[in-house]
């Protein structure tokens, strides 16, 4: 599945090996035009034009989340005017089965004039050794903006990652107001980190937690990107696959050959799917600079995992 509106989008597909950002290996992976299935499929949550939702789905208890997100279904592929806020790992003691849950908190806004149906997704496993999650509190001044990373400790990989500073409620909005522009796993030197970039529009500072989902290297990790030219101004919904036979745990989308600066891009959907018999992941992001921006999508992939399922949240 592509979709691409606005300005023409062109892409490759590459695999990062053990999450390395550089000498990055050419996978021969073809872009088709097959549709992405945001998994798995109940009801969806109806958000009107103007409307948040802040939540998520819980993994079963005693499972591990390594990453989620929000996108809109059933309405097939475009600019649906959405944009996430935050996103942010929760648990939750679950006192019939005596045991933590955790869950993917997301916050999305949608700007669009039409109402749009939303899933809220957590990836959930059994027996990641060595998970952790690793944060750092940011200070953001009224209309500022941060582009920052939350380090995993040496030896360990990311995940999955994010930053948020609102509290979970499934069923209470957040009553900030925050724009995504970059949200993707990266290296420094021979150290894992999860990078992003947030825009503070409130009309009061805010303190930012940034995080990364970090263990050791599960079996066939990998992350793997596809480079894509937006122009300025431009839109891109598109997807990073793994390889066949590999499950998808995080992804995102950040700028890359630019280096660190507001990019003024903007996180409209990021969530786990499935295309062409392949778990990806799929992101929709518009560049609202001035300047054509390089964008790399990314999915962070491991082989089978027990206890392995992609959640979605119930209306």
Partial sequence: MSEKTGNAVEGRTQVVHGGSRTGRVAAALASGAAAVALLPAPAAQAMTPGGIINGGRMCAAGR?????????????????GTRIEGSEVRAHFDHTANAVARLWATTIRNTDGAAH????????????????????????????????????????????????????????????????????????????????ALRNNDTVAHTIRLFAVCADAPAGYQVVHKDVAVAAGGFVRDTAPCPAGSVVLGGGAAVVGSGSADFRTRVQESAPGAADGRSVWLTALRNGGTAARTVSLYAVCAGPLAGYEVVRSDA
Avoid: H, M
């Avoid at 040496?154 to 949200?183: C, K, M």
């Fill in 64 to 80: 591990q989340v390594t990453g989620g997100g929000a996108a809109v279904v059933g309405e097939g592929s475009a600019d649906f």
């Fill in 117 to 196: 149906q939303i899933g809220l997704y957590s990836v959930c496993a059994d027996g990641l050794t060595g998970y952790q999650i690793v944060s750092k509190d940011v200070t953001v001044a009224a209309g500022a903006f941060v582009r920052d990373v939350a380090a995993c400790p040496a030896g360990a990989v990311a995940l999955g990652g994010g930053a948020s500073d609102t509290p979970y409620s499934s069923n209470q909005p957040a009553s900030t107001d925050r724009i995504v522009q970059e949200s993707a796993p990266g290296t420094a030197g021979s150290q894992s980190l999860w990078l992003t």
